[in-house]
């Protein structure tokens, strides 16, 4: 299995309604973090839907390195952070 894009390095807060449906993005790919927008299609990975049992805050992985999807687990953490661009430190 291929592993997923990692789309931050770092968790999205997101509000919840009780009783709506939500697909949160597993691939990486979505422009819609941490929400699926489709752009799975053609490689083998599936939008994780569910229901929302009630109406709350939650921070969604957006790593995808988590092993409680769509929650943030801290996998962000664990990640090697990117080198800044000469550029950047200038």
């Known amino acids: 299995m291929s592993l997923p894009k990692v789309a931050a390095n770092s968790p999205q807060e997101v509000s919840l309604v009780a009783g ?24 083998e990975f599936k939008p994780l839907v569910f229901t929302a049992e009630e109406t709350k805050s939650a921070w969604f992985c957006r790593c995808k390195q988590t092993c409680n999807a769509p929650n943030c687990d801290g996998s962000h953490n664990k990640l090697s952070q990117p080198t800044p661009s000469a550029a950047a430190i200038e």
């Open 20 to 43: 709506e449906k939500y697909a949160y993005c597993t691939c990486g790919l979505s422009e819609k973090q941490p929400f699926c927008d489709g752009k799975h299609k053609g490689t």
